[in-house]
């Protein structure tokens, strides 16, 4: 890589931002939501995904039921620009898996021929700043355009924009496992021990679990989803054991209510009560996890605290179901206003903080809690939550939504949000931080 791939760029001496592009970032449900918001009020867009095609993270764990129905999943924009070009909608009521929201759905959407040409893949972005300006430099900033460096491969590539929006996820950047958020003392010696949240138990990674001990760590629908699994496998190939640990005293917001009115998600938490009631899976509460060191044969040792006493374990793997983090390196130099706690929007934050609600309510925001110090910069989407859990597309949907009337121009219609999200029917505020690995549909 050397300097001399960097285009040059140039911007007319009036520092108009007219005629530059709103830069997605991320083709997955809300950036492509984005996308199809924008070109609807007439706004030019370009969109940079990481992956080779739309909805590459969506595809990582596509083996995955969604507990959210198809009516919950589509954006309305983006829907409108499907029915012209003669798409079929789903059935409302079924549950799709994530490859089939991605094959039914993301990718009709991103060939959709006002879309198509908009979208460049393989395109990993790096860095974001202004044009000539680190975060220190202030005067005539917001007439400055962003600078978006981007990885294609073995080159470099520079792009200008009026504006960005980040919707470029959190499933790379996992939660530590650790009780204390860090990374084992020594990683490389268990990094072929520890699976990512969601491995597809019955499919590909069988061979992994099957005849083996796995800990599950984490307290959130993600955990619940691979816990079945297991429990299903447990059945057909002998020697294969289930441990589920979290930090908390009572993983009541797994477990669920019959009131939640997504049915699915309501299932999905009834049936993982059962399977610990039935010692099919055995749960270890309030167990804090210090390290993780190697052990004979391929094992690994998971060290803890479990009420004040030392408790080891030994398995084989772990799966690392703890939630997910943003990734903010690539946003050094852009002037975010960012909660200390869970790394949302300052704003956005109160509204979603596992430490302060206990209940799944969501309030309705838009482009005033996402807001930066940034002129025109926006998180949103998973990466918009930070390490908050219970995200549902449908929040996304309506803050890129939002966020599309405030570019356009329309400042009211911006902050007329409206957000009805089915209810879980859980309310607890014990330890609600510990469902940071709630999935995201």
Known sequence: ?????????????????????????????????????????????????????????????GHTKLFSPWEYLVDEAAGRLLDKAGWQAPAAKTL??????????????????????????????????????????????????????????????????????????TYGTPNGLTAGGISPTDPDSVRNNILPALPDVLGADRAR?????????????????????????????????VTWTIRGADPVRVFGSENDELEARGQLGNSTHDLVRQGRISLLDSFEIDDLRPAAGDRVVVDGRRRGEAVSIEVDQVVNATGFRPNLDMLREIRLSLDEIVEAPRALAPLIDPNLHGCGTVHPHGV????????????????SYGRAPTFLLLTGYEQVRSIA??????????????????????????????SASACCN
């Not at 400042?411 to 999200?421: K, N, S, T, Y």
Request: proline share 5%; hydrophobic share 45%; aromatic share 4%.
């Open 96 to 169: 799709p898996f994530g490859r089939e929201l991605v094959e039914e759905y993301l990718v009709p959407l991103a060939a959709a021929p006002e879309l198509a040409s908009r979208i460049q893949y393989d395109s990993t972005v790096t860095d974001v700043t202004r044009q000539g300006m680190d975060r220190t430099r202030s005067i005539g900033r917001s007439s400055t355009p962003f600078l978006l460096r981007i990885r294609r491969g073995g080159r470099v590539a520079l792009q200008l924009a009026r504006a960005v929006i980040d919707a470029s996820g």
């Open 405 to 434: 009337d405030e570019l356009a121009g329309n400042h009211g219609a911006a902050r007329q949000v409206r957000l009805v999200l089915p209810e879980t029917g859980v309310c607890s505020t014990a330890n609600a931080a510990e």
């Open 209 to 241: 679990f099957a005849g083996k001990h796995t800990l599950v760590v984490g307290a959130g629908h993600s955990a619940a989803n691979t816990l079945l699994k297991l429990s299903v496998l447990a059945l057909e190939a002998s020697g294969t054991t």
């Open 1 to 61: 890589m050397t300097i001399a791939e960097l285009p040059t760029l140039t911007v007319p001496s009036t520092r108009k931002l007219d005629g530059l592009p709103v830069v997605v970032i991320g083709a997955g449900p809300v950036g492509l939501a984005a996308a199809a918001q924008l070109l609807e009020r007439g706004i030019d867009v370009l969109v940079l995904e990481a992956g080779e095609t739309a909805g590459a993270s969506v595809r990582a764990w």
């Open 368 to 383: 005033a809690e996402l807001a930066h110090p940034e002129p025109n910069f926006f998180l949103a989407g998973m990466k």
